[in-house]
């Protein structure tokens, strides 16, 4: 169920000594009975809670059930499109899908985008999301997540599928990015949507302006088997789409991935969505260019599209994290609820999925996800001196290994926090003030 309003500042001290039965710094192994302090909004100590004493000022939460580990990141959303859940289906071919999605964007108003992100925004930080990079076409989302306090990059989205309206399109873009306010929590990035709905111009010329700003830059590519028929051969169901013509001057042959090496936009720092449809040249390619890659598992098997040969991704040295996408292709946005169905996927495509430790799962979509924002000196791991972006689940873990009770049992968040802000306290949870 979506949440209808937004989730308020619960609690603002200056300082908070947070207990648990089992702290996950993610950058060191878990600890038994651990403890944090927080002050001024940074972690400014972390161990065993013996060996931690409160200060006398700070309010004191305690979690005797519960895992505390850092701020859960979901690199690719589209949060606007949350309130689509209710009027698309989800499982469906990816071509009828995007003509369904293509029909419920030119009807949506600033104001039901702007509804939308805010309702998915509170949702995230139930799930113990503190961070997001959302995919942001009308640029509601930058409101959304300052209203309420939530970090993120919000990736402009750019689409243009005809050259004869690229230079307004651009200017129109340009002109939002010159005057979108951001602050202490929020990036600007550039997301050029996809290779078949972005003419090549227009692609680069979104990727040089996020070269020249030091923009974090986005882009759909090698998702489904159309756009590797359209790009590659010029055939299947988008051959008469009008993009099809400003790939004229492209040489057939080129995978999406490889077109965007063609094109010069493959390089470290890259964030690629998806990259399902995607060989052993593709793949070679993607760990040579050090891009991060977003995996959506959800998404990629209800829009029918494939699934991403993971095992040679990670064996190829390809940097991969874990997503969601947007409410309109998923059930949740939860980042739990995607290891999940990545854990099932192993079983049922063994020959194509790794089997991953915990760790390593919970890793990609914290750590791994933060560095794929950009961020992963500032969140994605406990440690003294970062943010104090976090989060607690009460799974029972008293009894048994955290990251396993975690993975298997974390539902909704009891507590998420953010920059040292209690931005999300589940009924029943109460801070006390410390001795």
Known sequence: MLVSHLSPVIVEPKAFFLRAS????????PIRDGALLVRDGLIIAIGKAKDIAPERDCLRLEFPDGVLLPGLVNPHT?????????????????????????????????DDALSAARNGAATLLRFGVTCVGDSSFRGATLTALREISLRGVVFKELICPREEEQDERWRA??????????????????????????????????????SQRRLPFSVHVAESPDERALIERREGVWAHLPIAQALQKVPTG???????????????????????????????????????????????????????????????????????DGLASVETLSPLDEIRFALRLGETHPSLYSTLP???????????AATA????????????????????????????????ALLHEGKEAMMTMVAGRCVYLAEGVNPAKAP
């Open 78 to 110: 589209h949060l606007e499109n949350t309130h689509f859940a209710d009027q698309i289906v989800r499982s469906q071919p990816f071509a009828d899908w995007m003509k369904g999605m293509r029909d419920l964007v030119r009807q949506q108003t600033w």
């Open 373 to 404: 924002l950009d961020m992963e000196q500032l969140i994605g791991s406990l440690q003294i001196g970062k943010a104090a972006d976090l989060t607690v689940f009460a799974v029972g873990a008293e009894k048994r290994e955290p990251l396993e």
């Open 173 to 210: 873009f340009l002109a939002w990015l010159n005057d979108a306010p951001t602050g202490e929590l929020i990036r600007l990035g550039i997301m050029a949507h996809a290779p078949y709905t972005v003419t090549p111009t227009a692609l680069q010329w979104a990727w040089q302006l996020a």
């Open 254 to 324: 080129l995978s999406p991935v490889r077109y965007l090496d063609w094109l010069g936009i493959l390089g470290e720092g890259v964030l690629l969505i998806h990259c399902v449809q995607v060989d052993d040249a593709d793949i070679a390619l993607l760990a040579k260019a050090k891009v991060w890659v977003a995996h959506c598992p959800r998404s990629n098997a209800n829009l029918q599209v494939g699934v991403m040969p993971l095992a040679k991704m990670l064996a190829a040295g390809v940097q991969v994290c874990l997503a969601t």
């Open 358 to 368: 915990p760790e390593r799962w919970l890793r990609m979509v914290t750590l791994d």
């Open 22 to 29: 089992w702290l996950v710094p993610i950058s060191a192994p």
